[in-house]
């Protein structure tokens, strides 16, 4: 059964940073069930048995008993190494706080020009990448003005050349043809804004 960890501090309770990926599971002797189902490190099945001969197979392998699911009936429990399972639980507990951070965060944006030069476009898509990793979505915005409305193609060329240099765990969410962006009070268009909305992969 895992569980977090709280610490106790004067009398109250405080969640600490350090502590909040913290897995603890009952393992060995720690397990209560006279007998519980048990599969093996590589995930074979190794049947009901009783407690006691499940943890004595473990200590033959130099390995733990975990206790996976203990409301089940029998028990879960596996047959691995326990700081192997805890690093494995970790982990899977971070990358689901990152999802779910990023199905709650702001959309962030960066914008390039038609005319940005390389060195320029490689800090934005450190720009970009930062933001994917704090599990931002982020709207990459190419505006053309003046005579560039005339060039679509070229912008769309240098948007597709900079989705290649960011983090490519990347996936588009969206991608624009092409369309003007309002108009001034005159009446005169704006100018064409080209963009695309990246986020990295679960």
Request: net charge positive; proline share 2%; aromatic share 6%.
């Amino acid at each position: 059964m895992l569980y977090f960890k709280n610490q106790m501090k004067k009398g109250k309770r405080k969640f600490s940073v350090k502590n909040k990926y913290k897995v603890v599971a009952r393992k060995n002797e720690e397990i209560r069930a006279v007998q519980v189902r048990v599969s093996a490190e590589e995930g074979e099945s190794l049947g009901i048995m009783l407690t006691a001969e499940a943890l004595k197979l473990a200590k033959d392998r130099g390995l733990d008993l975990i206790l996976i699911s203990e409301k089940a009936d029998p028990p879960v429990a596996k047959i691995t190494s326990f700081d192997k399972y805890r690093y494995q639980e970790s982990k899977k507990m971070k990358k689901a706080d990152v999802s779910s951070k990023a199905s709650v965060s702001e959309q962030k944006r960066v914008q390039i020009s038609v005319r940005e030069a390389e060195g320029d476009l490689k800090t934005k898509a450190s720009r970009v990448n930062k933001f994917l990793e704090q599990g931002s979505r982020v709207e990459i915005l190419v505006r053309l003005r003046g005579r560039e409305n005339q060039n679509k193609e070229f912008a769309r060329e240098k948007l597709e050349q900079f989705l290649t240099i960011i983090n490519p765990e990347h996936k588009v969410l969206f991608k624009s043809a092409g369309g003007y962006a309002g108009k001034h009070p005159d009446g005169r268009p704006k100018g064409v804004t080209i963009n695309a909305i990246v986020t990295l992969k679960k």
